[in-house]
């Protein structure tokens, strides 16, 4: 199975620009232009971070842009939600949070890792229990499982980015280790990323809306304009195989914002897990907002 896999399309209902500088419905569209270079596709997901303001229709938009795209080519679509997301606006546009659809021979789940009001991850008990019960007790797939989560179960890169990753990944790598996952598809961190955890390989795809910079000093938080997608393609036997491509831009690497290890400490205490009390409307399209 070939996956095209994106994330964090950070798209608005209207013609709002992210941080006042990205034009995130032409990121987009640039991505999905360059992809169209690819052969063939049977699978797009989209990661998480789908909406920035979580309105009905920037979700409307992302289902116009890349709906008509997949079934050109005969790939089903899955989506998933991100700490950006709004839960209802989701489910009305989208369908369901945590879900399980059949794609030729593979089963492809996907699990809500967000926290209203919050950038950092967690996955409770119940949804614990009910990955577990999909995994172990349902018929197994016949090619095996693809698990789609936005929070990844793997260290982040930065400083912010570690104190808004996913709280129990340890849980969740266990549930999957048991079972036929062969893949783990997240989102979040806006920059490419593969690792090997639990015996599962684990990929990240880049931003579409900007790129973290994982080179910035100790401390510090960056990004720049950039966007690509991950090609992912699970066999029927053998090793998961992922290739990252970029969608160039005019404006690529031009600067978005620079935080100092201040702002980013009192990003992490706002976005973090002691904001667990803020709304979930809190999250504002501003280097504040959890990534």
Do not use: C, K
């Amino acid at each position: 199975m070939r996956i095209l896999h994106l994330s964090d399309t950070h798209l608005f209902g209207d013609d709002t620009l992210h941080y006042g500088i990205v034009d995130t419905q032409a990121a987009l569209r640039r991505v999905l232009e360059r992809a169209a270079e690819l052969d063939a596709i049977d699978l797009v997901v989209a990661s998480g971070d789908l909406s920035d303001d979580g309105t009905d229709a920037a979700y409307r938009r992302l289902r116009a842009l890349i709906d008509p795209w997949a079934a050109a080519r005969g790939a089903a679509v899955v989506y998933a939600m991100g700490n950006h997301d709004d839960r209802a606006a989701f489910e009305r546009v989208l369908g369901a949070r945590d879900a399980v659809t059949q794609v030729r021979g593979y089963r492809v789940i996907t699990l809500d890792s967000s926290v209203p009001g919050a950038g950092y991850g967690d996955l409770d008990a119940a949804q614990l229990d009910w990955l577990r019960a999909q995994l172990q007790q349902q018929q197994p797939s016949e090619l095996g499982t693809v698990l789609v989560v936005h929070h990844p179960p793997v260290p982040a890169a930065t400083a912010l980015l570690a104190a808004l990753q996913l709280q129990n990944p340890g849980e969740l790598l266990a549930a999957a280790a048991a079972s036929d996952v062969r893949v783990i598809l997240s989102g979040h961190y806006h920059h490419a990323l593969v690792q090997e955890a639990a015996g599962i390989a684990v990929v990240v795809a880049p931003g579409i809306t900007n790129t973290s910079d994982a080179l910035a000093p100790a401390g510090r938080e960056r990004a720049t304009i950039g966007a690509g997608f991950a090609l992912v393609e699970v066999p029927a036997v053998g090793d998961v195989r992922a290739m990252f491509v970029a969608a160039p831009g005019p404006d690529d690497g031009a600067v978005i914002f620079d935080l100092d290890e201040g702002e980013v400490a009192r990003i992490a205490e706002a976005a973090g897990p002691a904001s667990v009390s803020a709304s979930h409307g809190g999250l504002n399209p501003t280097p504040d907002s959890g990534r």
